[in-house]
């Protein structure tokens, strides 16, 4: 798997190193992309996001708007798994503005997307509450003109991907109903595109909606969900998931924890790389969300 990835590391530095023309510099600019994409999987931000400027100062230079909005998208999702929410919200404010004005509406609802997904990620990460109330709204703001523009394009992962966003941000909100209800339709939008990662992690959002009123579907639903987040086989997602049915099932004692039964007070646990944050408290309801970015090398 090494050598494939520097053959084609070495593919897309030859194609950067020979390009003149508008044509080729389109190619180049995607080549960037390209070397962008595995100097981030390599942790070597400082080229990456050098190789992404770039990119994008290519596609302006020959008027390609939809490549230079979808650099835009590409240097949002960095800087949300970063965990640089503000920077990330200034330049997808940038890049919604240059996708509404080009009309170009599947990369305006992956924008949105990103950035009700970046609001939830800064809420679960611990921002003041203030600042969370209104993200959450901004969130839920943008998650439903995406929606809607999924639906238009009849995209079933894109929907999927709305509604579990907006069911975080629901239970993040404390609206255990809503919250639930766009869970659930995350759930079956999963199982129509094949996804089983959403339909595992949407599984433990719906679990905790549960917890206080039917513990025992509860644990089934959670169990249920990281059985599939093992079968799709990402750690990250997996350690996750272990974490929410430790947490619901310990949920049979007390919230503070049993000491004769060895279970411990649930906390808050952040993994900085991966951009996730588990058990997010709010009015006793704890939202596990992982963060749309996650493992972003895998999926790619």
């Not at 180049?28 to 100062?57: G, P, V």
């Not at 929907?159 to 966003?165: F, S």
């Not at 509860?218 to 987040?229: C, D, F, P, Q, T």
């Amino acid at each position: 798997a090494m050598g494939e990835f520097a053959e084609a590391e070495e593919l897309a530095t030859r194609v950067v190193e020979s390009c003149d023309d508008a044509l080729d510099k389109r190619q180049q600019a995607h080549a960037l992309i390209k070397l962008a994409q595995f100097s981030f999987s390599s942790n070597n931000h400082t080229d990456a996001w050098t190789y992404i400027k770039e990119a994008r100062d290519l596609f302006a230079s020959i008027g390609d708007r939809n490549g230079e909005a979808e650099t835009l998208f590409r240097i949002v999702e960095a800087h949300i798994t970063a965990g640089s929410f503000e920077e990330g919200g200034f330049i997808a404010e940038e890049g919604i503005k240059l996708c509404r004005g080009a009309g170009l509406r599947k990369t305006l609802a992956k924008m949105l997307l990103a950035m009700a997904d970046g609001h939830i990620a800064e809420i679960n990460a611990g921002c003041p509450s203030a600042r969370a109330t209104h993200l959450n709204w901004d969130a839920r703001k943008k998650g439903k003109e995406a929606l809607v523009i999924f639906q238009e394009l009849g995209d079933l992962q894109g929907q999927a991907k709305c509604e579990g966003v907006l069911a975080a941000a629901f239970l993040s909100y404390g609206n255990l109903m809503e919250g639930k209800a766009r869970a659930k339709v995350a759930i079956r939008l999963c199982q129509e595109a094949g996804d089983k990662a959403g339909e595992g992690a949407n599984l433990l959002l719906v679990a905790q909606a549960r917890v206080h009123d039917n513990h025992e579907e509860a644990l089934r639903l959670a169990r249920a969900g990281e059985k599939l987040l093992r079968e799709v086989g990402d750690p990250i997602r997996q350690q996750g998931a272990e974490q929410v049915v430790d947490y619901i099932r310990g949920l049979d004692g007390t919230a503070d924890g049993n000491e004769e039964r060895g279970t411990a007070k649930p906390k808050v646990v952040k993994d900085e790389k991966s951009d996730i944050t588990m058990d997010m408290e709010y009015d006793r309801i704890r939202a596990a969300y992982f963060h749309g970015f996650t493992s972003r090398t895998a999926k790619r």
